[in-house]
């Protein structure tokens, strides 16, 4: 059973900068494919980013492209999310997920498609 765990998250002030990690266990580590999604108060949850771990492609919303960027370390088992120029509207609680298998782009997209997710970090973008 693979489990995920999210930290990094905080308080920065618009236009600073934040890197999140998720620490992944169990499963095969060259095959987690990790989705960062988050979900402001009183809004659905989000899409952020993913990176599937088999050829390591990664994936946006069009929303943080140029701002987010997700990779992985060396050894395979934790996946960071590097946000810099952050916004107000960034402000949201973020969480990391796991998706087993080898799925296409739009499947990594998709929240409902993810069978472990972590509890969540607090990103809150303020002056």
């Known amino acids: 059973q693979v489990h995920v765990v999210e930290s990094g998250g905080g308080l920065v002030q618009p236009g600073g900068s934040l890197r999140l990690s998720c620490a992944a266990s169990?499963?095969?580590?060259?095959?987690?494919?990790i989705g960062w999604f988050r979900q402001a108060p009183g809004k659905e949850r989000e899409f952020v980013a993913a990176?599937?771990?088999?050829?390591?492609?990664?994936f946006y919303a069009d929303v943080v492209k140029g701002r987010f960027t997700i990779s992985r370390d060396s050894a395979k088992t934790t996946v960071y999310l590097q946000m810099n120029s952050l916004k107000p509207e960034d402000t949201a609680v973020y969480y990391c997920?796991?998706?087993?298998?080898?799925?296409?782009?739009?499947?990594?997209?998709?929240?409902?498609?993810?069978?472990?997710w972590g509890k969540g970090t607090l990103v809150t973008v303020s002056s």
């Open positions: 990176l599937r771990g088999a050829d390591n492609n990664k």
């Open positions: 169990g499963g095969t580590s060259s095959r987690y494919n």
């Open positions: 997920a796991e998706k087993r298998g080898s799925p296409i782009a739009s499947t990594l997209r998709n929240s409902q498609a993810y069978e472990t």
